[in-house]
């Protein structure tokens, strides 16, 4: 967490100050003062390393002038106390460079206070302190009167609004922390109070210029003292009670390093040698365990009480995963699964969820239609007689589990806050459906799961771990998922054109780059030479398709919030000159001061249960009545339906109890999750990563549009490479003994290269604080290195069966290995389980429906999973063709896969990559068919794998076909191997020529070694007799 401040004053008159002097001070320049007939001069002063004026619209060019903008303040205040400026300073992260921050600053400034009518004189200081580290910050003194081309006018009263300070503080750091995510700096900031972050410390006062100079005169400065004697209270704190800083740290993410450890340190000692004392205290904490290193290298920590929340959530995962207390009839469930409209995928999630397990996980692509299935189960869990509740993170999510599903929803919040009531308790006969819940933390789903395994309730959790990720610490849904298994739902739908489905899979499986490729191709992606211009373009792309269609429903998309506000306001302004708006009302929002009219799309952005919105509910304004200065302010506001605008019910909106609106073109990524519309207009950031890429890209039935800046992101490329950014969640389960266990044998098939940095790089020393002290959940023995060898794709091997032991012929990439021992000398041990050392869930077999078409449940379950596996192995196959990373869900679908085909026929995984790996026409169906045909094709491949097994003269050609394509030692291997199969050596050397084996190629020297020594033994001879 980097350091946070911003703080507001007021520059007085009353106090002795000057608003000439202090912008000389903060400038380091030399002005004079009318008014007191005096130079300022601080040229001298260092620091200063950007200086500017920003003018709201309409303010004369004169007050570009330092001295004559700063004197006129002077002229027109006339009382000896008055107010004469408002300064508000903020701190930059030092991470930044000074373009950096400059430029962040200025955003900031135009933003939050020229674009309120305030003029603003910016100064950004580059200070070096004792420590030798950069204390970057801004200052920026503002006008507190209105301004137009004539100068300035009356006192703004709403500039000091206490209410508005807090916007500017949480903006600052919501902006900061996009930039930051922008420039991958690996660190964010909080505008909340340590209270509200929970952090038991306590906020320290601000130093200013004046205070520093007293102090440095040897002076009397409080506010100095103040501030070094918190730093110190604080740093005594943290060494009496060391916890503190671990429990800050673990707030939002479940591990850290020793760089932020430091950091936070840093920020909350007075001096060097306290800094030292609470490091080493810290580091010596019992709290803090050492984990491992991450896939970049980087030694990662976490506290005990963050991995007792993630060991809990494990074992309520796993014990709801194998309870089976909701068991709904098969008649139900068959009746269900046959429900038309429904896709294969769909029906056998729907089988799956509908199972009597306490926890069932659903997997599914944006657009995959998940509410849909959720919408069939509820109705047979409700004529089982279960009581079906719903939940989501965000109000907009649970707003549309409701509207698609049937199942009536509000957020984990307020259900949280009614059990802590003791109101709306889960029973044993109640199913939880928790949509989204790849954006809920780790201490919030153990928290839910706890609950209902104690009550005896089903959970049931839907999402997607590619979409956007938790804001509160760890990546809980996929660690639930890979834990219990899940069921996923890949065919999209909410495209309507195949090639935009196919778009939808890139971006789920982390393919950007590709997905961005087919819209550039349909001309649906536009570089602009500016952001401004990508933001132009955004909004023309929507006006053009409202007027070519205005029945369908469209959204504006950003990242940014500030993007967002821009987007908002040009669409406003299209829409005014239109005439599509009536009379303009002023309105004061928690948002800042918004105009309205009657005919406004509005968006809602706080839960309220009297007016019955959440946050992201939309709406379109009706009608304006009252006036702010009676307080009778309201908005009649008529919210969508399930028909979309127009056809819901109207609300009226008090604005003195509802603040919370703001214009409803434009929204942010995050608040997009979970909403469809027609068209989507998408302005892409370099502040974006591939989670809100794919989010924003798969909003669309019909068609999306993307614009974006060569400013901002730089050419093509640099687009791709900001939208392909992986930022997915860790979890302390990532590291410990218990993840290497259920990674064994995907390390043993070759799966074990780290993807992401959640992936642990394991078996090298361990280095930073407390390396002798691991917790024992988290002890790791060094593993064996991974065997690599050739398999079905390259760098990745599919072709070791569990519970084999690795033997030279392993090496040979045209040999299968036989099925048991003796016959091809390969040793075997002898496993309980084909999966020794993978640990999953043993989960009761349930009775399956019939006769539903394709291959559903009730088809022959050897086809059904073998499709299963299939499915699997080719999304693998084209993450690593590709060079691109695997995926965990993919490894996941893989796993569970490869466990349910080696049930039902053991050997059948290696045998069905064999079959591929030698058959034309089998890796022809692998990746050219799909569905039954593809089952059908495969299936008859490992018919022929049993055949060849059985049958010397398959055996042998397939030898001869594989032997070219041999290394030299590989064929060396082959022979030393082949000497262990009587058998099929003698064909080989019987039949030679008719398997093709060419007189006296190497094989053919291989089969009769005596041939070629009494060959070579003439020729030697024949040289000797001619003399050589």
């Known amino acids: 967490m980097a350091i946070y401040h911003l703080h507001a004053k007021v520059i007085s008159r009353a106090t002795g100050r000057s608003a000439v002097a202090a912008a000389a001070y903060r400038a380091a320049s030399r002005l004079h003062d009318v008014r007191l007939d005096r130079d300022h001069d601080f040229s001298n002063k260092s620091g200063v390393v950007h200086s500017e004026i920003l003018l709201p619209d309409g303010a004369p060019d004169r007050f570009l002038d330092r001295s004559v903008l700063w004197n006129e303040v002077e002229a027109i205040e006339k009382r000896k106390d008055a107010q004469l400026a408002r300064e508000v300073e903020f701190s930059i992260p030092r991470e930044m460079t000074q373009a950096q921050g400059i430029a962040l600053a200025r955003d900031f400034v135009r933003e939050q206070f020229v674009e309120r009518g305030m003029v603003a004189d910016l100064n950004v200081h580059w200070d070096i302190g004792e420590d030798g580290q950069a204390k970057p910050h801004a200052h920026v003194m503002l006008s507190t009167r209105s301004v137009d081309e004539n100068g300035f006018g009356a006192k703004e009263r709403s500039w000091n609004d206490k209410e508005l300070l807090l916007t500017w503080r949480e903006r600052w750091a919501s ?37 520093m100079r007293r102090d440095e005169r040897g002076e009397d400065a409080e506010r100095v003292a103040d501030h070094l004697e918190i730093a110190r209270r604080n740093g005594g704190r943290l060494l009496a009670e060391p916890y503190v800083a671990l ?8 591990t850290f390093t020793r760089q932020d450890l430091a950091r936070f340190v840093d920020r909350h000692t007075v001096d060097v040698e306290q800094f030292s004392a609470v490091m080493v205290r810290v580091e010596a904490c019992p709290e803090l365990v050492a984990l491992g290193k991450d896939g970049h290298g980087r030694e990662r920590f976490s506290t005990r009480e963050m991995i007792g929340v993630e060991q809990r959530l494990e074992e309520a995962s796993l014990a709801m995963g194998q309870s089976q207390g909701h068991a709904v009839p098969l008649a139900i469930r068959r009746a269900a699964m046959a429900r038309d409209g429904l896709g294969d995928e769909q029906a056998l999630a729907v089988g799956e ?10 997997v599914g692509y944006a657009g995959t239609g998940k509410s849909t299935m959720l919408g069939v189960a509820r109705e047979a869990w409700e004529e089982a007689g279960y009581r079906v509740r719903g939940a989501a993170l965000s109000g907009i999510a649970a707003e549309g589990l409701e509207a698609g599903s049937g199942i009536e929803s509000r957020t984990l919040a307020s259900l949280e806050r009614a059990w802590a009531r003791g109101f709306d308790l889960l029973e044993r006969g109640d199913v939880l459906v928790v949509d989204e819940a790849g954006m809920v933390g780790s201490r919030q789903m153990e928290r839910v799961l706890s609950v209902a395994r104690g009550a005896g309730a089903k959970v049931v959790l839907v999402g997607d771990p590619e979409q956007l990720q938790a804001i509160e610490a760890g990546g809980a849904f996929r660690a639930v998922a890979e834990r219990v298994g899940s069921v996923e739902i890949t065919t999209v739908r909410r495209q309507r054109e195949g090639w935009q489905q196919a778009a939808t899979k890139e971006l789920a499986t982390g393919r950007t780059g590709e997905a961005l490729g087919r819209y550039e191709a349909a001309g649906l992606v536009c570089g602009h030479e500016t952001l401004e211009e990508a933001r132009a373009g955004v909004v023309a792309g929507w006006d053009e398709a409202r007027q070519a269609a205005p029945e369908d429903s469209q959204i504006m998309l950003a990242h940014r919030r500030v993007d967002v506000q821009a987007l908002n306001e040009a669409a406003r302004e299209i829409r005014r000159d239109a005439g599509e708006l009536g009379e303009d009302v002023l309105v004061p929002t928690a948002q800042g001061e918004r105009v309205f009219a009657d005919g406004e799309r509005v968006y809602f952005l706080r839960n309220d249960r009297e007016l019955g919105v959440k946050n992201g509910t939309l709406g379109t304004v009706r009608g304006i009545t009252g006036s702010v200065e009676a307080g009778d302010l309201a908005l009649s506001v008529q919210l969508d339906g399930a028909g979309g605008a127009g056809h819901g019910r109207v609300v009226s909106v008090s604005v003195a109890d509802y603040d919370a609106l703001d214009h409803g073109y434009a929204a942010t990524i995050h608040k997009s999750q979970g909403v469809t519309v027609d068209q989507a207009h998408v302005l892409a950031t370099g502040s974006m990563d591939r989670h809100g890429a794919y989010v924003a890209l798969s909003r669309h039935r019909e068609s999306v549009s993307v614009h974006w800046g060569r400013d901002d992101v730089g050419d093509r490329d640099g687009l791709v490479k900001r939208l392909s950014r992986e930022r997915l969640k860790d979890t302390t389960l990532d590291y410990p003994q218990i993840r290497d266990r259920d990674a064994g044998f995907a390390r043993r098939r070759g799966l074990s290269v780290p993807e992401s940095e959640i992936v642990v790089e394991r078996g090298k020393a361990a280095s930073g604080p407390r390396q002798d002290r691991q917790a024992e959940a988290v002890r790791t023995p060094d593993p064996a290195p991974a065997q690599r060898k050739r398999g079905m794709f390259d760098g990745l091997d599919l072709s070791v069966r569990p519970g084999r032991r690795i033997s030279e012929k392993d090496v040979s990439a045209g040999l299968e290995a036989e099925a048991g021992k003796g016959r091809s000398g390969v040793e075997r041990e002898a496993p309980a389980s084909p999966f020794a050392g993978l640990r999953l869930p043993r989960v009761q077999r349930e009775q399956v429906p019939v006769g539903l078409g394709g291959f559903v449940p009730g088809s022959d379950p050897l086809h059904q999973a073998v499709e299963r596996y299939a499915r699997a192995v080719r999304d693998i196959g084209r993450m690593v063709e590709q060079d691109l990373p695997v995926l965990e869900h993919q490894k996941k679908a893989w796993l569970d896969a490869s466990t349910a085909l080696e049930r039902l026929k053991p050997g059948a995984v290696i045998d069905l990559e064999t079959a591929v790996k030698h058959e034309p026409e089998i890796r022809q169906a692998l990746y050219g068919l799909e569905g039954p045909a593809r089952a059908r094709r495969l299936v008859e491949g490992l018919e022929h794998e049993d055949r060849v097994r059985k049958s010397p003269e398959l055996r042998a050609a397939r030898f001869v076909r594989t032997w070219d394509g041999l290394s030299r030692e590989q ?32 094989l053919d020297h291989g089969l009769h070694p005596h041939q070629r020594e009494q060959s070579l033994s003439r020729s030697r001879s024949r040289g000797m007799d001619m003399g050589m």
């Open 175 to 211: 902006l900061a922390n996009e930039r930051l995510a922008e420039l991958d700096l690996d660190v964010r900031i909080d505008h909340r109070s340590f209270a509200a972050q929970g952090i038991d410390l306590e906020p320290q006062n601000k130093i200013g210029p004046a205070g």
């Open 247 to 254: 429990e800050a740290l673990t707030r939002q993410q479940s």
């Open 353 to 362: 969820v509908t199972k009597s397990r306490d926890l069932s996980v659903v």
């Open 971 to 1002: 064929q060396g291997v082959a022979l030393k191997e082949l000497k262990r199969d009587a058998q099929l050596e003698s064909i080989l050397r019987e039949k030679s020529r008719e398997l093709g084996i060419r007189k006296g190629s190497t």
